[in-house]
């Protein structure tokens, strides 16, 4: 097996040799360069075609942001966000995450001195991701759908991980005004999951927030489950209501997205739709073949568009999966399983 090939872009020698140390510790990765800005790291792509680039955001000739929204946009590639300021209330993190960035790690600090113990691990891991290029952010303002959309009594179970950040984006901006109601399990820290909804917000046509305990969810609205310690379930009868509870890690996460399909198909049986997009590992497909197995109809993101074929695909293997689409299908196919119209025209 051939070594990951990184380029290290960060303006500070002193960082490029901490991060370098703490990557060559690790016998599968080659580090093959270093840039101190975007202008240098530009050329060196070009000449070493690196598997990786961890790359920083603060920088004197270009930010790391807009560097990789150039990235993302002429050569698509892995990168990793390595910086103080993904740190800071999430929101450069979720830009970067929203541009196609596959993970972001936060600098050591005196508050939290052992944040690169992983970072081999990750860039490993972003290494065998498949990164898409980059869309411009669109808001869904078809009156076409909108006229044509009815709700039934159905809600939408979504779940993701690596890659889920863009994943999401790409389903909740072309969804209308009045959407089913839709809860969302994405692996993140705290934090971020309240600014990742915030921003979602801002650029969605439904009304998107962190989940709340107790929230009922109504057509229009999307809940986001909190990054932490708090797994997001659903409960109810009749009327159906967010609830977050503590417990252990699932699967490695807490929330877990096994934990809310599992809820769902205790709950609400076969009125929910259940969607499994990118990520890592095996969290969800145990709980999507429940959510079929109640009479759920069930959405794998397809292998082509996922930035990691793990969760739909595990999903997939054990017949969780009722159908496979590409991420930019799934939202339609979210609308025509929840359109009153639609069925009844049927």
Known sequence: MSKV???IVDDSKTMQLI?????????DIEVVGTADGALVARQMIK???PDVITLDVEMPDMNGIDFLDRIMKLRPMPVVMVSTLTAKGGEVAIEALSLGAVDCVVKPSPEHPDT?????LRVKAAARARVQPSVPETVSRDSAVHANHAPDDKIVAIGSSTGGVEAIQAILTKLPANCPPIVITQHMPPTFTRTLANRLDRICAPSIQEAENGAMLRPGHVYIAPGGNLHL???GRGTLQCRLVAGELVNGHCPSVDVLFGSVARFAGA??????????GTDGAAGLLKMRQAGASTIGQNEATCVVYGMPKAAHQIGAVQIQKPINSIAAEIMGMTNARAQGAA
């Open 19 to 27: 991060i370098r140390q703490h990557l060559l510790a690790d016998s």
């Open 271 to 280: 009125k929910a739709v259940g969607v499994i997009l990118t990520g890592m």
């Open 5 to 7: 090939r990184v380029l």
């Open 233 to 235: 379930e659903v409960i």
């Open 116 to 120: 690169f113990q992983t970072l081999a």
């Open 47 to 49: 000449q070493l075609n």
